[in-house]
């Protein structure tokens, strides 16, 4: 009986051969051993082999390759091959298999990741092409090769070579790589800042570097730099100590090194360039000494003393290190025996072992032990050692550092202390304490925090911080401690709403602390609840009381309207008084300038009358007389148009020029100035502009004009009489001041003289109103300022706008 499939497709092919023809038989036997010699191949074959059909389903795969993905043959076979591919690399899978069966006639690879039974990942590299069955059938025939080592590999290369990148650039010495003709192919940040840039040129212009030789002074030519001597003569050049002037002209010294770089038949295809700074090392130099003082301090204030233990037991220690075992370097020498006799008895076996330890060539890590100090105090002290090795690792010594840590130990007690307090404090706290994790769960309450909610401790920790929280809160503060819990906020404080157990809503002020871990990633929250209840209900009561005082507020805020806009109506009654008193003194002004005319006018109606009748009166002389006496009525007649213009109330602002403002308030009032022998003297600066009301800037004048002149009326004065108008700019502002030689105003009332109803004269010559009224317009209505102070013959007004 056939004992395998093999044997059995044997015996069916010599049945066949017994009664088919001779060729026949030969040609079948040579079919079936070629089958056989494959299917060995198949079978014993160290590489992965697949047959797929046209579906990608798997026909057979030999036992290697099943095995290495882990299974049995007999389970890969009737499976898509898709599902042994990684989920990220199956689209592209299918792409190169369709490829395939589109060119059969082409052998196709690709390299993607397997996953095996047991979930482990292979890379492999697959060589397939579509093949022919014996009957005829189209296939693909998949080998294999596992190539995940030689992709850890290309791994390892692509990060040894961002390494060897990255090393470049953090190196602190310039490295610079150059062509066969000297040309820069790359340079590291520290070349960069060296040279202060780069000059990517070949040797021909080295010439734009410049450097001179550190022990002669000499330039360096382009064909002597030691990147030219290294691409031309293949000489390597080293810590050639030269001076060069960077290319923002600071003036180095740098040493300078060149390696020229060969292919494989040892031809030059560029170098390697050097470059370090050494600027700084002869102040480096002289600063040495500086700085193993500062050693000594910094060792003395972190109480850290440094030793050598060479392998003959001799010792040598820093001075700090005297002072932490209490040791003076006159009476105490350090060997082993003498040291272990400073260590505490219990901690000497300890000590022992770790000395021994570096004696073996091993690298024992910390040891803290503690030492004994002559006067008995105990102190805890950090060692540390380092086995120091010649360049042929032979050991030399031992050398460490040995830090007192009494304090820290003294901390990390005190650091004990204070868990165990806060564990006390979080269970006595008077107000809920809780720590929450970073999904929100309830990681540890205290009692008060289940008093607040109404919930068993045990009940609380089944919850999460969003299921007692009121839901119009959620969204609201869920953000906060979301960000908090990501690390993206260390701490807030918000008041919100906890739903408790009973349904009832209390208020609570919610504050989150951040805790992280050692790695600084966040681990959970502290948070702290508040019962706020009472507060937010006496809150609301307070808010009630604002809004009935703000009613009220706003009453108020109507009387106070009423209130002044019936000021401003009082003060524009001052000003309208102001005003009248004005025309007063200006009617008085109109009869002055009008005597003269109106005498001459008299004249020449006498004139008429007396030469009516005789030979010299006829229509020439008739005419002339007329003419005269039409001019004389045409400047009164001004005179009257001019008043009116000038109390002619204004309801806009205007811009209008000032100079011109001052030369209409003097044509109205220079005569009757002149006629009580008071000279007005005008000095015009500059000519300037400003916006407001014209007519009521002269008034201010006039009333300051007046001022003026009651002034001279009420002194005596033997000089003459001048008031001096002053026309400027001052930081953009215009100003006109008003002085005279007057004697100036009493300091005792200077202070009020702009107050309402105030007058130093008489009340026959006087109402107190009209500079009130002038201040009011200069700086209520136009936004400027009116003063008034003393200087040396008199007052001088200032008005600012």
Same mark, same amino acid.
């Given at each position: ?14 049945k066949?051969?017994k009664t088919g023809?001779p060729?026949?038989?030969?040609a079948d036997n ?7 010699r494959?299917?060995?191949l ?6 992965m082999?697949?047959t ?8 057979s ?5 099943a095995?290495r ?6 389970e890969?076979?009737?499976q898509?091959?898709l599902?042994l591919f990684?989920?990220d690399?199956?689209?592209a ?5 369709l ?11 690709w390299?993607f990741r397997?996953?095996r ?9 697959e060589i397939?092409q ?6 005829g059938e189209?296939?693909?025939l998949v080998?294999? !090769?596992d190539v995940?080592? $030689?992709k850890? /590999? *290309?791994?390892? &290369?692509e990060e040894? @070579? %961002?390494? +060897?990148?990255?090393?470049l650039?953090?190196?602190?010495i310039?490295v610079w790589?150059i ?6 192919v790359?340079?590291?940040?520290a070349g960069?800042?060296?040279?202060s ?17 550190a ?9 002597e ?25 600071t003036?180095?010294r740098?040493?300078?090194?060149a390696?020229?770089l060969?292919?494989s ?10 470059? !370090?700074?050494?600027?700084a $090392?002869?102040? /480096? *130099?002289?600063? &040495?000494?500086r700085q @193993? %003082?500062d +050693?000594r ?16 037991g ?7 290190l005297y002072r932490?075992?209490g ?6 020498t350090?060997n082993?025996?003498?040291?272990l ?5 219990d901690?000497?076996?300890a ?14 890590g ?12 105990v102190?805890?002290?950090s060692?540390?050692?380092e086995l ?7 050991q ?7 830090q007192?840590?009494?304090?820290r ?12 307090a806060?564990? %006390?404090?979080?269970?006595q ?5 809780a720590r ?17 909610v ?8 089944t919850l ?10 959620v ?5 906060h401690?979301l960000?908090?819990?990501a690390?993206?906020?260390?701490s807030?404080s918000k008041?919100?709403?906890?739903i408790?157990?009973?349904r009832s809503?209390v208020w ?6 951040l805790?992280?871990?050692s ?6 929250a502290?948070c702290?609840?508040e019962?706020?209840?009472k507060r937010k ?7 009630e009381?604002q ?6 507020n706003l ?6 309207a ?5 000021s401003r109506?009082k003060?524009?009654?001052l ?11 200006m009617i ?6 009008w ?7 008299g004249?020449?109606v006498q004139e008429?009358?007396m ?8 229509k ?8 005269k006496?039409m001019?004389l009525i045409?400047?009164?007649?001004k005179t009257?148009?001019d ?17 011109q ?15 009580l022998d008071i ?8 000519d300037?502009?400003i916006?407001?009301y014209?007519?009521?800037y002269?008034?201010v004048l ?15 004065v033997d000089k003459?009489?001048v008031?001096?108008?002053t026309v400027?700019k ?5 100003v006109?001041?008003?002085s005279?030689?007057a004697?100036g105003?009493?300091?005792?009332v ?10 130093t004269k ?18 209520k209505?136009?936004g400027?300022r009116?003063a008034?102070?003393?200087a040396?013959?008199?007052?001088e007004?200032?008005?600012e706008?």
């Open positions: 009986m056939p004992t395998s499939k093999f044997e059995q497709e044997k015996r069916g092919l010599d066949r051969s023809q060729g026949r038989r030969k040579a079919l079936f051993f070629s089958e056989a494959y299917r060995a198949f079978r014993d074959n160290p590489t082999i697949f797929l059909d046209t579906s990608w389903t798997i026909i795969a030999n036992p290697f390759g095995s993905m882990g299974y049995a043959a007999e890969l076979e009737g898509s091959v599902k990684h989920e690399d199956r689209t899978v299918a792409d190169q298999l490829r395939c069966l589109k060119n059969p006639s082409e052998v196709h690879r390299q397997k996953i039974k047991d979930g482990g990942v292979l890379w492999v590299e397939a579509a093949v022919y069955d014996l009957n189209l296939n693909l080998v294999c !090769q995940t080592e $030689r850890r /590999a *290309e791994q390892d &290369l040894q @070579e %961002a390494l +060897l990148r990255n090393v650039e953090t190196l602190p310039g790589i062509d066969a003709q000297g040309t820069i790359h340079g590291n940040q960069q800042r060296i040279w840039g780069a000059r990517y040129v070949g040797i021909e212009q080295y010439g734009e570097y410049k450097g001179w030789w022990d002669t002074g000499k330039s360096i030519e382009p064909q730099w030691a990147a030219a001597r290294a691409v031309l003569k293949g000489e390597t050049s080293l810590d050639e100590e030269i001076d060069i002037e960077s290319f923002d002209g003036r180095k740098i040493l300078h090194s390696v020229p060969r292919d038949c040892q031809r030059i295809t560029g170098a390697v360039i050097i470059n !370090q700074d050494i600027s $090392r002869v102040e /480096a *130099e002289h600063a &040495l000494r @193993e %003082a +050693l301090k910094a060792q003395e204030i972190a109480k850290l003393g440094s030793w050598t233990y060479d392998m003959s001799r010792i040598s220690w820093s001075d700090e932490i075992y040791a003076s370097p006159e009476t105490f350090p082993a025996d003498s040291f006799d400073l260590i505490h008895p901690d000497r076996s000590m022992q072992a770790w000395i021994d330890a570096f004696s073996a060539g091993e690298r024992p910390e040891l803290v032990f503690r030492t004994i100090l002559p006067d008995g105090t102190r805890f002290i060692g540390r050692g120091v090795a010649d360049f042929g690792d032979r030399i010594h031992l050398a460490g550092t040995a007192d840590i009494t304090e130990k003294q901390a990390e007690e005190a650091l004990a202390r204070s868990e165990s806060f564990r %006390a404090t979080f269970e706290a008077a107000v809920g304490m929450v994790a970073t999904d929100g769960r309830w990681l540890q309450v205290n009692q008060r925090l289940c008093d607040i109404g919930y068993a401790r045990d009940e609380l920790l999460t911080f969003q299921d007692i929280t009121h839901p119009d809160d969204d609201a503060d869920s953000g401690l960000q908090a819990l690390g993206d906020l260390n807030y008041e919100m709403r906890f408790r157990k009973d809503i609570i002020n919610f504050t989150v602390g805790v992280r871990d790695v600084g990633a966040p681990a959970y502290i702290v609840v019962e706020i209840t209900r006496a809150e609301e009561a307070l808010a009381k809004r009935l005082l703000e009613e009220v009453s108020l805020e109507q009387r106070v009423e209130t002044v806009l019936e109506k003060d524009e009654i000003i309208q008084q102001g005003r009248q008193a004005a025309m007063g003194e008085g002004n109109i009869a002055h300038q005597r003269q005319p109106l005498n001459t006018l004249l020449i008429l009358q030469t009516y009748g005789r030979d010299e009166f006829n020439e002389t008739l005419e002339t007389s007329v003419k006496a001019g045409t400047h009164m007649s009257i148009e008043f009116r213009n000038y109390f002619k109330p204004e309801k806009e602002k205007m811009p209008f020029n000032v100079n403002a001052v030369a209409t308030t003097l044509s109205l009032v220079e005569p009757s100035f002149k006629n000279n007005i003297e005008v000095i015009e600066k500059d300037t502009d916006y407001g014209a007519n009521e002269s008034q006039l009333n300051i004009l007046l001022n003026c002149k009651d002034a001279f009326e009420e002194c005596d003459r009489r008031i001096v108008i400027f001052e930081n953009n502002n215009s006109v001041t008003v005279d030689n004697g105003i009493p300091e005792k200077i202070g009020k003289i702009f107050d309402p109803y105030f007058s008489g009340p026959d010559k006087g109402t107190g109103i009209g500079l009130f009224m002038a201040k009011t317009i200069i700086e209505n136009m400027g009116l008034v102070r003393n040396a013959d008199g007052a007004f200032r008005i706008v």
